[in-house]
């Protein structure tokens, strides 16, 4: 019986995760989005639904089209094709104001004649918010963002992080449905991001409002995000929780733009339901069928494939330390060694290849030239047919 509830309460932590907050309701649905700037296809299918309380991520490189997706749920832009629906609304036509949004930008957007207080009571007036309620709203929307204090300063007073502070702030006053936040951390310096990443994810957490987050910053999304959304060319690659996104990338393109990745390409020597067995050089390694990425029933002998792994999941042994460990080992060479403080960085040749591994275990006795065996877990590469 005991055994049995702790399974409920693990499976129960694990929807939770995997839900974003143990909800199942959308709060923001995009069906079949597409957009078009002349001949230039911004958004090429877009499904899309986000649920309620939780903080998702767009994350892709430059221009692959999360400005015009967080554009779409804002109603600034109209899809060419598809619908966008809030808290199972159809908004499709209906215009920004009254869609009952929180918005920031990257560029600080707060109206520079305006004091904070007028900055953040502008969106009550219209609102038709009282004097004094406007004035109790304002006040705990700047205790939020640990800005209190600061209500009669004009933003060329502020620094850049007060001043994003603010334009969150103001975001937040009139207590919308649905907070958009597009790179607002990108003009700042790292120290600040960092910061503003965490107090943005507490604060998301504290007043629990779906929030949805655009940036092209693979860390920011990876450490803030209930789910991130990686998008590429106008496409979604993968929608997944930020562990998922990290370990089992479903595409080449988010294993590379995701982390760091040493590639090695091989021929496919045999497949099997549990394993596909790789030639690289004149080495075999294997790798589970649950990481081939694409259609795994379409490999056969003979194909030629590339491999990807992460530098930490690489282990490095001197050659008599072999042990009986369920790794795959290759004999290589160390070409450079780095010191990080925590860790090794270690380049190996491996069939000719450069090859970087990051580890804490490392043999005094290694230095470059020293042939080593490097070793990884089938369940830890990922395979893709060229
Ligand atoms: N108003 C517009 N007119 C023409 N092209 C645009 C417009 N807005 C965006 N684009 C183009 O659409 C593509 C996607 O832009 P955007 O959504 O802003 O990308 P991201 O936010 O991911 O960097 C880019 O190629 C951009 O140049
Ligand atoms: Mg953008």
Redesign the pocket.
């Known amino acids: 019986m005991e055994v049995l509830k702790k399974d409920v309460e693990i499976n129960r932590q694990h929807l939770e995760a995997v839900q974003g907050v143990g909800s199942n309701k959308n709060d923001v649905e995009i069906k079949g989005a597409f957009k078009q ?2 001949a ?1 296809v ?1 958004l090429n299918g877009i499904d899309l639904e986000v649920k309620q309380g939780e903080l998702l991520t767009l994350l ?10 967080l ?1 779409l749920i804002a109603g600034f832009l109209d899809p060419d094709r598809g619908e966008v629906h809030i808290k199972g609304n159809n908004v499709t036509k209906v215009p920004p104001y009254k869609r009952d949004l929180g918005m920031v930008f990257q560029t600080y957007s707060l109206f520079p004649h305006m004091t904070v207080y007028e900055n953040l009571s502008f969106g009550l007036k219209l609102r038709k918010v009282g004097k004094a309620e406007q004035k109790k709203k304002i006040s705990k929307a700047l205790e939020l963002v640990k800005m209190s204090g600061l209500e009669n300063r004009y933003p060329r007073e502020l620094s850049g992080g007060q001043r994003q502070r603010v334009a969150i702030s103001r975001a937040l006053v009139v207590e919308p449905e649905l907070l958009l936040l ?1 790179e607002p951390l990108s003009n700042l310096d790292a120290k600040l991001r960092h910061e503003l990443r965490a107090e943005i994810k507490r604060l998301q957490k504290e007043i629990g409002v779906t929030t949805i987050f ?1 940036t ?1 910053d693979q860390e920011e999304a990876l450490s803030m995000s209930d789910r991130v959304v990686v ?1 590429n060319a ?1 496409k979604i690659e993968q929608i997944s929780t930020p562990t998922e996104i990290y370990n089992h990338p479903k595409t080449e393109f988010v294993f590379q733009f995701i982390g760091k990745s040493n590639c090695f390409e091989g021929n496919v020597s045999a497949v099997d339901k549990r394993k596909v067995a790789v030639k690289i050089g004149s080495d075999i390694t294997h790798v589970d069928t649950n990481n081939v990425m694409g259609n795994e029933s379409d490999l056969k002998t003979g194909d030629e494939v590339k491999l990807y792994i992460r530098p930490e999941k690489l282990q490095v042994v001197s050659l008599d330390e072999k042990s009986s460990s369920p790794l795959d080992f290759h004999r290589a060479k160390i070409s450079q060694m780095n010191y990080l403080g925590t860790s090794w960085e270690i380049n190996v040749l491996l069939q000719g290849k450069s090859i970087q591994v990051l580890t804490s275990a490392f043999d005094s006795s290694w230095q470059n030239g020293s042939e080593v065996l490097i070793g990884w877990s089938p369940s830890e590469v990922m395979l893709v047919k060229k």
């Open positions: 700037f002349g230039n911004v892709g490189p430059s221009g692959c089209g999360k400005s015009t997706t554009n597009d655009v092209h998008m106008g």
